[in-house]
């Protein structure tokens, strides 16, 4: 089974049509949550995940967007944006936003916007230190759990039974080879807002009978999206850091 991994894609709709065409032919999606927020076009990504997506987990826009966050410590652009995608969601979406679930499991598998340990208070793992108590909240017969949040593209591996965690930056993407007798955190990147130095949309594939996870950069177009978030009022430096990749 191939499973197409989707997250952060904050209402970029060039990005996600882009990384949809690249992962082709998939058996399913999944979506560690952040939907919507920053970008212009939060109703059409959400339809499209709504559409294609058999497991999506609420992201921390996603919920402040519902009003059900303290975005309190978001900055000035990341609040506006709320505000903005807010106004602009169709109930249809702010049905489906407020149905999903912190975390997702089957098998082998789990997923979660930010981390394990606070599902619905969106810790960042952004080193083999902060991975860890995710690794200590997965239980025996998981093997895999996918993350968002940070929009850096990042593989994150323990051996069962010990302690450490090695950490991996995934910025130019790449195959993980799953082995036998280790775990993972896997961030597959950011479509819509990636923040690695690397502008390109970045999703990931976990093909389950080949034990690996490729994650996939793809570029999109990006002067479009800029346009479309400066035509909607939206802070420029939304539009600017795409650009980046920061
Ligand atoms: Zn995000």
């Not at 346009?227 to 939206?234: E, N, V």
Request: net charge negative; with cysteine; proline share 4%.
């Amino acid at each position: 089974m191939r499973c197409g991994i989707i997250s952060d894609i904050h209402g970029n709709l060039e990005a996600l049509e882009a990384a949809i065409d690249r992962l082709g032919q998939v058996d399913a999606y999944i979506c560690p949550g952040d939907i919507v927020g920053y970008g212009a076009n939060p109703n059409e990504c959400c339809d499209l995940v709504r559409r294609l997506a058999q497991v999506a987990v609420i992201g921390n826009h996603d919920a402040a967007v519902l009003g059900v966050l303290d975005i309190s410590w978001f900055n000035l652009n990341a609040r506006a944006a709320v505000a903005w995608t807010s106004d602009i969601l169709s109930e249809e979406n702010r049905s489906y936003l407020t149905r999903l679930q912190p975390t997702w499991s089957s098998e082998e598998r789990i997923v979660v916007h930010g981390s394990l340990d606070g599902p619905l208070e969106f810790p960042y793992i952004d080193s083999p230190w902060a991975a860890m108590p995710s690794f200590d909240a997965m239980s025996e017969e998981l093997t895999v759990c996918f993350i968002g949040h940070t929009h850096l593209a990042e593989c994150y591996t323990q051996r069962r039974g010990v302690l450490g965690v090695d950490g991996i930056s995934m910025t130019s993407g790449g195959k993980i080879e799953l082995r036998e007798g280790f775990r993972y955190v896997i961030n597959c990147g950011s479509v819509g807002q990636p923040r690695d130095g690397n502008p390109a949309a970045a999703c990931g594939v976990f093909d389950t009978d080949a034990r690996t996870v490729e994650i996939v950069r793809v570029d999109y177009d990006i002067p479009a999206t800029q346009r479309k978030i400066k035509d909607a009022g939206l802070p420029e430096a939304l539009a600017d850091r795409l650009s980046l990749g920061v």
